[in-house]
């Protein structure tokens, strides 16, 4: 449960394990393992991460009552990347769909 969230979360962003790994001082090999299923990070791996993605340990950990779909990983964190402008773009576009 926690590889498949961590590896949507780092793909709706646009990383490479790589990248994720030396954005947050982790380590390529670190989010390899947690992907596959390996191991769970330690608490200050966590911290990081659920900084880095700006959500709780809870929903990294998949603890969150309503999980959210790749999908909607996906556009949450596209949208919490924009611009405050943008920001408002997006929602009177999405008003407009209703």
């Known amino acids: 449960m926690f590889g498949e969230r961590l590896r949507a979360l780092r793909k709706a962003r646009g990383l490479s394990q790589e990248e ?7 380590g390529q090999s670190n989010i390899s393992a947690w992907e596959r299923g390996g191991r769970l990070p330690l608490p200050d791996g966590l911290i990081k991460l659920a900084s880095f993605f700006n959500c709780t340990i809870d929903e990294l950990l998949g603890f969150d009552a309503n999980e959210k779909t790749e999908d909607l990983l996906f556009v949450e964190q596209k949208y919490l990347s924009l611009k405050e402008e943008d920001k408002e773009k997006v929602k009177i576009y999405i008003e407009s769909l209703s």
């Open 20 to 26: 994720l790994g030396e954005m947050t001082q982790l």
